[in-house]
């Protein structure tokens, strides 16, 4: 089994569904909040005041174009999520891939067989 190393994610690499995602205007509003504010605060604000929108709009309206106008709302809002949290994804995997630490497991071994070493001979003396 071949080693793979691992890369940065690269907009212009990503697939055309990803980077059309990210050509979603207004989500940099959003994105400035920390996590426990967005999904804490900002995502239950956003469907609470969808679902009584929704309903309004399906009440208001007449048939075929209440439904429309519903259902607009939803993956509109579906789609700015899913653009905030694969921005939030990219930007983990490349601090993550840039910190440089590389896993030698054979070495720090090693290493600490040899640091265990001088405490087995002060017990034997």
Known sequence: ??????????????????????KIPMANVL?????????????????AVEFF??????V???FPINIIIAGIIPVTIFLV???ISLERFINWWNGSIDTGFKWNVERMAQEYIDSLKPKKEEKEA
């Open 1 to 22: 089994m071949e080693k793979q190393e691992l890369k940065r994610l690269n907009i212009d690499s990503l697939p055309w569904f990803y980077k059309l995602l990210l």
């Open 31 to 47: 994105e400035g909040a920390s996590s426990g504010i967005f999904w804490a605060i900002i995502v239950p604000c956003f469907l």
């Open 81 to 83: 999520f899913v653009r």
């Open 53 to 58: 929108l929704s309903i309004f709009l399906l």
């Open 60 to 62: 208001y309206f007449v």
